[in-house]
């Protein structure tokens, strides 16, 4: 658009000259000039603020993403400069059967061209999940895979983690319990800007949507599983560990345990070799192939000098909680939080769900500081995983009735689920019951129904 003509940039017309004007002439004269002027100069003052764009239709253009990269508002997911990085590799591959080399300096690369990824980075997170790309045999199985995604959609949403869920295999050897291992290591690749890849199997659920991770606990060590070292070296167990739900950090020491926990697995030419390698070690395995538990197992127990050190087994609470043993005390627990809450009313004030942590906190400093998880304890179980009961294909263990497994989801689905509503306004008043949801005292629980 042009911009506006000033007085200085017209060519005034040649005035006649009209003979001899007196002082009094010439300073009239030029008085409306100086007035005339000024008016003008009002006017484009007043022109250019007219024209100025409002604040909230702005359009930011290239040259201010720019300018913002690291800039205060947090992560800038607009920019990504030039600068060649390991994704304009032509060798790297995302496939489970090609190894990654230097990752920790091509992560470390790619940080520093990205400033603004940079702080937090050293707990950020990134939630891997998945399930089958068909549908489930079980009628109800598609609805219980939804809802546990949920679950897990939930618990990133409070806490700020992203998640990725993926049903499609990623190789077509890597099924079943294998395919995880591809799938965590693309997702490492898409995330450089993660410490943190997070893997939780379908079948398990978040249980306490206020606890965090204790990270300061795992800043030595680049895998946390659940898990019990007596079990390993000593029984030899092949549920020593759950490699159900583990944390894995982002670095070259993983992409290598990858590479050889893969080589046990399918791909492998000695596939069945390594089914029965692990049958003669862990007695208690119950079927013959290689699977992927039992081969982290074997890594820690014939390898302990390489892994030990850098494998935290969590065993202080429920990384993971086998099911069975926590859903029948769900109501107990209940009843304890709110008993909690009743005695400190900031535990139970209304706030948004963007706080929600600084509650978790609150809670955990005035009444379960110090206070150990699992069995038994007032503690919410963290995560409840329903090893054994397969809410996709049907085919339960036969231990125990599908009927079980299914109302036991429910059951711990619900539970959960109260503790997110509550932000909303409802709960589910009856954990058998996932509706209708029953709107919440304005004190509750120290306001009854």
Request: proline share 6%; with cysteine; net charge negative.
């Amino acid at each position: 658009m042009a911009s506006p003509e000033t007085p200085h940039s017209r060519s005034a017309p040649m005035g006649k000259y009209g003979g001899a004007r007196t002082r009094a002439t010439v300073c009239f004269s030029d008085g409306l000039v100086f007035l005339g002027g000024a008016l003008m100069a009002l006017l484009l003052v007043w022109s250019f603020f007219s024209f100025s764009p409002s604040p909230n239709i702005g359009v930011k253009s290239d040259d201010d993403t720019l300018k913002c990269s690291g800039c205060s508002r947090g992560v800038d997911l607009r920019y990504d400069p030039p600068d060649p990085v390991f994704y304009d590799d032509p060798d790297l591959s995302y496939s489970i059967e090609r190894p990654v080399k230097g990752w920790d300096e091509k992560r470390r690369q790619w940080l520093e061209l990205h400033p603004s990824f940079k702080p937090g980075a050293a707990n950020r997170v990134v939630m891997v999940t998945g399930s089958q790309s068909t549908p489930c045999k079980n009628p109800i199985g598609d609805h219980l895979l939804l809802r546990f995604f949920k679950n897990k959609v939930d618990y990133c949403r409070i806490h700020g983690y992203d998640i990725f869920y993926s049903n499609s295999l990623l190789h077509p050897k890597m099924g079943s319990y294998w395919a995880k291992l591809p799938v965590v290591k693309a997702a490492m690749l898409a995330h450089p800007e993660a410490e943190w890849i997070w893997w939780v199997d379908s079948d398990a659920l978040f249980t306490d949507m206020d606890f965090t991770i204790p990270f300061d606990r795992y800043r030595d060590h680049n895998l946390v599983v659940h898990g019990w070292t007596d079990l390993v070296y000593n029984q030899r167990s092949w549920t020593a560990l759950n490699a159900g739900v583990f944390l894995m950090r982002n670095c070259q020491w993983s992409m290598e345990l990858i590479d050889t926990w893969t080589g046990m697995g399918p791909t492998s030419p000695e596939y069945e070799k390594w089914g029965e390698i692990q049958r003669s070690i862990f007695k208690d395995k119950l079927f013959p192939e290689s699977d992927d538990q039992t081969a982290l197992i074997y890594l820690l127990y014939k390898h302990r000098e390489v892994y030990y050190d850098k494998i935290y087994l969590e065993g202080a609470y429920y990384f993971e909680g086998y099911w069975l043993e926590i859903v029948s005390g769900l109501d107990n627990v209940t009843e304890r939080y709110l008993e909690m809450e009743r005695q400190d009313a900031t535990c139970r004030r209304r706030h948004a769900e963007k706080v929600s942590e600084r509650y978790g906190a609150f809670r955990e400093e005035r009444f379960l500081k110090g206070v150990a998880g699992g069995k038994g304890s007032v503690r919410r179980p963290f995560i409840t995983h329903f090893t054994g009961c397969q809410p996709c294909s049907g085919d339960h263990n036969r231990m125990y009735n599908g009927d079980t497994c299914w109302n036991g989801m429910i059951r711990a689905l619900n539970f959960a689920d109260n503790q997110v509503m509550r932000s909303y306004g409802f709960v589910h008043s009856d954990l058998r019951k996932t509706s209708p949801l029953q709107p919440v005292p304005f004190d509750y629980p120290d306001e009854p129904w």
